[in-house]
């Protein structure tokens, strides 16, 4: 009966182990993966980005020269914008923007979105258009579904912490 008891407690004490290990290796992969995207150049995520969608939506030579300014422009704000945006942060070192600038910043978001696709509308045929709309549901739901795993997770460390202390 003894030997079953510390089998177990080793069997147990093993798994645990595993899956912090585990985890921590998914951290690293992703911590890499973010600093992957922050060595590309704006013209290179554009070119990346535009050759995806090549594959995906079956573009001709024009789609895709059209496709590629819209997205070197994009990637040019989005860099700029990232920019500011950890500057701010080291600036304010924690303190949250105010509701104004939050709703600012949304609704502007929601701009950028509606001029993309009304751009994207005009260079693409309408079935390519519907297919581009689909994968983009479907890459915002796959979106949420990370964002509310992080959430879990945060949560969850959160409470272990909170365990600890």
């Known amino acids: 009966m003894k030997k079953l008891v510390l089998i177990a407690i080793a069997f147990v004490t093993l798994q645990v182990t595993a899956q912090e290990q585990k ?9 890499e993966s973010v600093h992957k995207q922050d060595d590309l ?5 554009a ?8 594959l995906y939506l079956d573009l001709t030579d024009a789609q895709q020269r059209g496709i590629q300014k819209i997205n070197l422009v994009n990637a040019k704000e989005r860099q700029a914008k990232s920019e500011t945006h950890k500057n701010k942060r080291a600036s304010n070192k924690g303190e949250k923007p105010s509701q104004e600038a939050r709703f600012n910043m949304a609704n502007e978001r929601l701009d950028k979105q509606i001029a993309y696709k009304k751009q994207m509308r005009s260079i693409l045929s309408k079935e390519q258009f519907e297919k581009f709309e689909k994968g ?3 890459k915002h739901i796959k979106q949420r579904k990370r ?9 969850r460390m959160k409470k272990q912490r909170s365990k600890r202390s």
Do not use: C, I, W, Y
Not at 147 to 155: A, F, I
């Open 41 to 45: 150049t704006p013209e290179q995520m």
């Open 136 to 138: 983009s549901k479907r």
């Open 47 to 54: 070119t990346l980005q535009t050759k995806r969608m090549a």
């Open 23 to 31: 985890r921590e290796h998914r951290k690293g992969e992703h911590k």
């Open 147 to 155: 964002g509310k795993q992080r959430k879990q997770v945060k949560q």
